[in-house]
Protein backbone atom coordinates (compact mmCIF):
# COMPACT_ATOMS: atom_id res chain seq x y z
CA UNK A 1 0.00 0.00 0.00
CA UNK A 2 1.69 3.42 -1.30
CA UNK A 3 1.89 5.78 1.44
CA UNK A 4 1.64 9.47 1.26
CA UNK A 5 3.53 10.70 -1.64
CA UNK A 6 4.80 14.22 -1.43
CA UNK A 7 6.14 15.93 -4.87
CA UNK A 8 8.44 17.34 -5.41
CA UNK A 9 10.96 16.68 -2.23
CA UNK A 10 12.88 19.43 -3.09
CA UNK A 11 12.53 22.98 -4.77
CA UNK A 12 14.84 26.13 -4.79
CA UNK A 13 12.62 29.08 -5.49
CA UNK A 14 13.54 33.31 -5.93
CA UNK A 15 11.86 36.00 -3.35
CA UNK A 16 8.93 37.02 -4.86
CA UNK A 17 8.03 33.81 -7.05
CA UNK A 18 4.62 31.54 -6.47
CA UNK A 19 5.06 27.79 -5.96
CA UNK A 20 2.48 24.41 -5.85
CA UNK A 21 3.65 21.85 -3.89
CA UNK A 22 1.30 18.06 -4.51
CA UNK A 23 0.16 15.66 -2.08
CA UNK A 24 -0.80 12.16 -3.19
CA UNK A 25 -2.88 10.46 -0.03
CA UNK A 26 -3.08 7.37 1.16
CA UNK A 27 -5.45 5.55 -1.38
CA UNK A 28 -9.13 5.82 0.24
CA UNK A 29 -7.70 8.56 2.79
CA UNK A 30 -9.91 11.68 2.33
CA UNK A 31 -8.52 14.03 4.72
CA UNK A 32 -5.15 16.05 3.79
CA UNK A 33 -3.76 18.37 6.26
CA UNK A 34 -0.60 20.61 5.74
CA UNK A 35 2.27 21.45 7.97
CA UNK A 36 4.96 23.95 7.84
CA UNK A 37 8.20 22.60 9.85
CA UNK A 38 11.02 26.05 10.72
CA UNK A 39 13.79 24.84 12.97
CA UNK A 40 12.76 28.32 14.57
CA UNK A 41 8.38 27.98 14.83
CA UNK A 42 8.93 23.76 14.96
CA UNK A 43 5.96 22.69 13.29
CA UNK A 44 2.52 24.35 12.62
CA UNK A 45 -0.33 23.24 11.20
CA UNK A 46 -1.56 25.18 7.59
CA UNK A 47 -4.81 23.85 7.04
CA UNK A 48 -7.12 20.68 6.60
CA UNK A 49 -9.08 19.29 3.37
CA UNK A 50 -12.00 17.00 3.71
CA UNK A 51 -14.08 15.72 1.12
CA UNK A 52 -12.71 18.96 -1.31
CA UNK A 53 -13.56 21.32 1.17
CA UNK A 54 -11.09 23.49 3.71
CA UNK A 55 -12.34 22.77 6.91
CA UNK A 56 -9.89 25.12 9.10
CA UNK A 57 -6.98 26.88 8.14
CA UNK A 58 -4.12 27.61 11.09
CA UNK A 59 -2.77 31.55 11.22
CA UNK A 60 -0.71 32.09 8.00
CA UNK A 61 -1.34 34.61 6.29
CA UNK A 62 -3.62 34.80 2.59
CA UNK A 63 -0.54 34.06 0.64
CA UNK A 64 -0.96 30.41 1.39
CA UNK A 65 -3.78 28.58 -0.05
CA UNK A 66 -4.77 24.99 -1.12
CA UNK A 67 -7.35 22.82 -2.59
CA UNK A 68 -8.01 19.21 -2.48
CA UNK A 69 -9.50 17.59 -5.41
CA UNK A 70 -12.44 15.04 -6.20
CA UNK A 71 -9.49 11.99 -5.88
CA UNK A 72 -8.78 13.58 -2.69
CA UNK A 73 -4.54 14.84 -3.66
CA UNK A 74 -4.01 18.36 -2.59
CA UNK A 75 -2.06 20.87 -3.64
CA UNK A 76 -0.70 23.75 -1.55
CA UNK A 77 0.44 27.01 -3.37
CA UNK A 78 2.60 29.85 -1.66
CA UNK A 79 3.01 33.22 -3.47
CA UNK A 80 4.77 36.07 -3.60
CA UNK A 81 7.49 33.75 -1.93
CA UNK A 82 9.63 35.71 1.15
CA UNK A 83 12.78 33.78 2.75
CA UNK A 84 10.86 33.14 5.53
CA UNK A 85 9.06 30.65 3.89
CA UNK A 86 11.87 28.51 3.35
CA UNK A 87 10.58 25.62 5.26
CA UNK A 88 10.05 21.74 5.27
CA UNK A 89 6.13 21.49 4.47
CA UNK A 90 4.80 17.81 5.52
CA UNK A 91 1.37 16.85 4.25
CA UNK A 92 -0.76 14.30 5.80
CA UNK A 93 -3.78 12.16 5.38
CA UNK A 94 -6.16 10.09 7.50
CA UNK A 95 -9.21 8.22 6.30
CA UNK A 96 -11.36 10.32 7.91
CA UNK A 97 -11.79 13.54 9.24
CA UNK A 98 -12.17 12.53 12.99
CA UNK A 99 -9.81 13.27 15.90
CA UNK A 100 -9.07 9.73 16.89
CA UNK A 101 -7.39 9.09 13.92
CA UNK A 102 -4.03 8.73 13.74
CA UNK A 103 -2.30 11.07 10.53
CA UNK A 104 -0.14 8.83 7.82
CA UNK A 105 2.93 11.79 7.19
CA UNK A 106 4.71 12.22 4.17
CA UNK A 107 8.30 12.91 3.84
CA UNK A 108 7.23 15.99 2.72
CA UNK A 109 8.95 19.23 0.51
CA UNK A 110 11.74 21.42 1.28
CA UNK A 111 11.58 24.69 -0.08
CA UNK A 112 14.28 27.26 -0.06
CA UNK A 113 13.53 30.63 -1.15
CA UNK A 114 16.93 32.42 -1.99
CA UNK B 1 -5.66 28.01 22.20
CA UNK B 2 -3.97 24.52 23.30
CA UNK B 3 -0.01 24.43 24.16
CA UNK B 4 2.07 21.82 23.80
CA UNK B 5 5.68 21.77 25.64
CA UNK B 6 8.40 19.62 25.64
CA UNK B 7 11.02 20.68 28.30
CA UNK B 8 13.99 18.08 27.46
CA UNK B 9 15.62 19.30 23.97
CA UNK B 10 17.93 16.90 24.06
CA UNK B 11 18.83 13.27 25.52
CA UNK B 12 20.57 10.87 25.70
CA UNK B 13 20.64 7.32 26.24
CA UNK B 14 22.42 3.78 25.86
CA UNK B 15 21.34 1.12 24.02
CA UNK B 16 19.03 -1.30 25.47
CA UNK B 17 18.10 0.67 28.56
CA UNK B 18 15.03 3.35 29.05
CA UNK B 19 14.32 6.73 28.41
CA UNK B 20 11.50 8.95 29.04
CA UNK B 21 10.66 11.99 27.43
CA UNK B 22 8.17 14.50 28.89
CA UNK B 23 5.56 16.55 27.30
CA UNK B 24 2.99 18.78 29.30
CA UNK B 25 -0.10 20.26 27.56
CA UNK B 26 -2.33 23.18 28.08
CA UNK B 27 -5.92 22.67 27.64
CA UNK B 28 -9.48 24.03 28.38
CA UNK B 29 -10.74 21.26 26.67
CA UNK B 30 -12.38 17.76 28.09
CA UNK B 31 -12.34 15.76 24.83
CA UNK B 32 -8.53 15.29 23.32
CA UNK B 33 -6.46 13.16 21.61
CA UNK B 34 -2.50 13.37 22.70
CA UNK B 35 0.25 11.49 20.15
CA UNK B 36 3.83 10.99 20.02
CA UNK B 37 5.42 11.39 16.91
CA UNK B 38 9.15 10.23 15.69
CA UNK B 39 10.78 12.27 12.95
CA UNK B 40 14.19 10.22 11.95
CA UNK B 41 16.57 12.41 9.35
CA UNK B 42 14.19 10.80 6.57
CA UNK B 43 12.04 13.47 7.42
CA UNK B 44 9.06 11.67 7.40
CA UNK B 45 6.71 12.02 11.29
CA UNK B 46 6.17 7.93 12.21
CA UNK B 47 3.43 7.77 14.42
CA UNK B 48 4.52 6.32 17.77
CA UNK B 49 1.71 6.28 20.28
CA UNK B 50 -2.15 7.34 20.44
CA UNK B 51 -4.24 8.43 23.69
CA UNK B 52 -7.40 8.99 24.15
CA UNK B 53 -8.07 11.47 27.04
CA UNK B 54 -11.44 9.80 27.92
CA UNK B 55 -9.19 6.98 27.98
CA UNK B 56 -7.71 6.25 31.87
CA UNK B 57 -5.41 3.19 31.18
CA UNK B 58 -2.40 3.99 29.71
CA UNK B 59 -1.83 3.20 26.01
CA UNK B 60 1.14 0.61 25.07
CA UNK B 61 2.97 -0.16 21.73
CA UNK B 62 5.60 -2.46 21.67
CA UNK B 63 8.75 -1.07 23.57
CA UNK B 64 6.82 2.13 23.91
CA UNK B 65 4.05 2.91 26.67
CA UNK B 66 3.17 6.31 28.10
CA UNK B 67 2.38 7.95 31.29
CA UNK B 68 -1.05 9.98 30.92
CA UNK B 69 -1.75 12.19 33.84
CA UNK B 70 -4.84 13.92 32.79
CA UNK B 71 -4.78 16.15 35.88
CA UNK B 72 -1.66 16.95 35.06
CA UNK B 73 -1.61 17.56 31.93
CA UNK B 74 1.36 15.10 31.33
CA UNK B 75 1.96 12.80 28.58
CA UNK B 76 5.43 11.16 28.74
CA UNK B 77 7.05 8.39 26.58
CA UNK B 78 8.21 5.78 28.23
CA UNK B 79 10.78 3.79 25.22
CA UNK B 80 11.57 0.39 26.68
CA UNK B 81 15.40 -1.28 25.35
CA UNK B 82 16.04 1.43 24.07
CA UNK B 83 17.55 0.73 19.99
CA UNK B 84 19.85 2.33 17.42
CA UNK B 85 17.03 2.68 15.47
CA UNK B 86 14.93 4.70 17.90
CA UNK B 87 17.20 7.88 17.15
CA UNK B 88 15.62 10.59 16.32
CA UNK B 89 12.97 13.64 16.80
CA UNK B 90 10.12 12.71 19.31
CA UNK B 91 7.48 15.45 18.88
CA UNK B 92 4.53 15.37 21.59
CA UNK B 93 1.26 16.60 19.52
CA UNK B 94 -2.39 17.01 20.98
CA UNK B 95 -5.96 17.64 18.52
CA UNK B 96 -9.05 18.56 20.05
CA UNK B 97 -11.77 16.19 19.99
CA UNK B 98 -14.54 19.09 19.30
CA UNK B 99 -15.01 20.75 15.63
CA UNK B 100 -14.76 17.37 14.08
CA UNK B 101 -10.77 17.86 14.84
CA UNK B 102 -10.68 20.26 12.25
CA UNK B 103 -8.03 22.56 14.07
CA UNK B 104 -5.36 19.60 13.46
CA UNK B 105 -2.54 18.62 15.38
CA UNK B 106 -0.44 21.19 17.92
CA UNK B 107 2.80 20.05 18.26
CA UNK B 108 5.57 20.53 20.19
CA UNK B 109 9.29 21.64 19.91
CA UNK B 110 10.54 18.11 19.87
CA UNK B 111 12.82 16.23 21.80
CA UNK B 112 16.10 14.92 19.95
CA UNK B 113 16.81 11.63 21.30
CA UNK B 114 20.50 9.98 20.96
CA UNK B 115 21.19 6.20 21.39
CA UNK B 116 24.73 5.71 22.21
CA UNK B 117 26.09 2.20 21.59
Known amino acids: KAGVTQTPRYLIKTRGQQVTLSCSPI?????VSWYQQTPGQGLQFLFE???????NKGNFPGRFSGRQFSNSRSEMNVSTLELGDSALYLC?????????????FGSGTRLTVV | AQTVTQSQPEMSVQEAETVTLSCTYD???????LFWYKQPPSRQMILVIRQEAYKQQNATENRFSVNFQKAAKSFSLKISDSQLGDAAMYFC??????????????FGKGTHLIIQP
Open chain 1, 92 to 104: ASSLVGLPNYGYT
Open chain 2, 93 to 106: AYRSGSGGGADGLT
Open chain 1, 27 to 31: SGHRS
Open chain 2, 27 to 33: TSESDYY
Open chain 1, 49 to 55: YFSETQR
